[in-house]
């Protein structure tokens, strides 16, 4: 009897473990442009929303969303809320860098959005950039176990060097500024840079990098960005999920090569990663 206790104890604690875990991905899902045909929203959204509904991140970052696509998937993907602002007008003009969350699983306790400039609190750009830049950032609450972390979603700028450095550098400072109770953090985006950037570096000296800290449990290519070239390999890997080492286990990591039909849900390959918040 005691050891039949015994196991059913280990068992017990093991799922409770697992629970403890959280699944995250960063998707840059390809803003609407007419110009991609075959490969404009109206004929990949269904697959895309599939894909995602079939890992069933608990949150996730996108990038380069446009509303009309965030109410599509809004819509088609009843189980998850968003937030954000459209970085033009800090409203609903322009890409969105919004973070979508299971409400049945999450509870959001603040959230807001800043700039990657020298004038974060106003709409503007940054530095050498060629578009105005964002950071969308919430702090949340597992409903399971109460336990806090806050996640930020970015997309970098395309063009300035400067500003992509300059971006991770106050993306960092203000992780620390809104994260008093050094709670758990997870940084997802697509940052525009390779791995041996200096902009990437900066984040490296504070952050881990979940596909490199997966090591033997990391699967997938060893990049992120497609361009919808389905018969080349996928190489440059501007993708990632960070997160605050001292707070956060990495389970296992993922870029994920979905496709239907010799075509990709966008231009870019999604990043997964499972979490164990310590």
Request: aromatic share 12%.
């Amino acid at each position: 009897m005691k050891k039949s206790l015994f196991i059913l104890l280990v068992v017990g604690i093991l799922f409770q473990v697992q629970g403890q875990d959280i699944d995250v991905i960063s998707y840059n899902i390809r803003y609407d442009n007419p110009k991609d045909y075959p490969n404009n929203w109206d004929n990949r959204k269904e697959f895309l929303m599939a894909q995602l509904q079939f890992y069933a991140p608990d949150v996730f970052g996108i990038q380069e969303g446009l509303l009309h696509q965030l109410k599509d998937m809004d819509q088609g993907m009843p189980e998850y809320t968003y937030f954000g602002v459209g970085r033009d007008d800090g409203v609903e003009k322009g890409e969105f860098s919004a973070i979508f969350y299971k409400t049945e699983a999450l509870q959001l306790l603040d959230q807001s959005t800043f700039w990657l400039s020298t004038t974060p609190n106003v709409p503007s750009k940054g530095w050498d950039a060629a578009l105005p830049r964002i950071c969308t950032y919430g702090l949340f609450q597992r409903k399971a176990d109460g336990a806090k972390f806050l996640v930020f979603n970015t997309h970098f700028d395309h063009v300035g060097e400067k500003a992509r450095e300059e971006s991770a550098k106050l993306i960092l400072e203000k992780i620390k500024e809104l994260n008093p109770e050094n709670l758990p953090v997870i940084l997802t985006g697509d940052f525009n840079l390779e791995s041996d950037s200096p902009g990437v570096q900066v984040i490296l000296q504070y952050m881990d990098d979940t596909f490199v800290g997966a090591e033997s449990e990391a699967f997938g290519p060893s990049g992120t960005f497609n361009g919808f070239e389905f018969n080349k390999p996928v190489e440059r890997r501007i993708d990632y999920i960070f997160v605050s080492p001292d707070k956060v286990q990495i389970r296992k990591s993922a870029i994920l090569s979905d496709s239907k039909d010799c075509r990709y849900p966008s231009d870019h390959l999604p990043v997964f990663a499972r979490l164990h918040l310590k």
